[in-house]
């Protein structure tokens, strides 16, 4: 089946500019995630999605950023007047639920971002 | 708060060596802990969880609570393992914590 999807693959925008980012989950996945990745960096945890709520907010860098997700299935990832150091791969995971934390996480190709 | 920590940002042996990727976390509660792997143009997947207690492609992790620590282990490494290595654990919050990697590079 499909799996998940990520939109756009490269996004290359100037500093100011407001950018979305989406992401496909898995049909039937209820648990949905943000990453991101700089370069020479880790993953690092943005923010978590349970159905269409979100119990962890606590990644997100700056009010700049916000998420939603809606109908349990696709979710944006906006962020406002970007800066440079926004420049990142954004990555999208879901998994079938959230909470009981033993289920593996189904990661997207990511979003490649430029600020210029 | 938890955390995880690879110490490694690089890593390389020739093929057939063993190999051991560290891995160590902080975290009051009781952790899921999993390796996820990234090859060449690939995305991030899956490698093993320690609850399924299972050896993929060769590797094999056991949790060591005393020393918290998640080390993955192959006694003999292929050249097709180079790849990025990640330790992440979950919490029964559902969040995720990932380590800052492990590159991993077998030389012929």
């Known amino acids: 089946g499909a799996g998940v999807s990520q939109s756009p693959s490269n996004k290359v925008t100037e500093k100011g500019k407001d950018v979305e980012l989406r992401c496909d989950p898995i049909s039937g996945h209820t648990a949905l995630y943000w990453y991101r990745q700089s370069l020479g960096q880790g993953l690092e945890f943005l923010i978590y999605f349970q159905g269409n709520s979100a119990p962890d907010k606590s990644g997100l860098p700056s009010d700049r950023f916000s998420a939603e997700r809606t109908g349990e299935s696709v979710s944006t990832l906006t962020i406002q007047r970007t800066q440079q150091e926004d420049s990142a791969v954004y990555l999208c995971?879901?998994?079938?639920?959230?909470?009981?934390?033993?289920?593996?996480?189904?990661f997207g190709p990511g979003t490649r971002l430029t600020v210029t | 708060a938890q955390r995880v920590t690879q110490p490694e940002k690089l890593l390389s042996v020739f093929k057939g060596a063993p190999v051991e990727l560290k891995c160590n976390y902080s975290?009051?509660?009781?952790?899921?802990l999993f390796w996820y792997v990234q090859y060449s143009r690939q995305r991030l997947q899956l490698l093993l969880r320690h609850i399924s207690r299972e050896s993929i492609k060769g590797f094999t992790a056991d949790l060591n609570k005393g020393e918290t620590s998640f080390h993955l282990k192959k006694p003999f490494a292929q050249e097709e393992d180079s790849a990025m290595y990640y330790c992440?654990?979950?919490?029964?919050?559902?969040?995720?914590?990932f380590g800052d990697g492990t590159t991993l590079t077998v030389k012929p």
């Open positions: 995971a879901s998994s079938l639920r959230g909470g009981q934390s033993s289920y593996e996480q189904y």
């Open positions: 992440a654990l979950n919490t029964n919050a559902g969040k995720s914590t």
């Open positions: 975290y009051s509660g009781s952790p899921e």
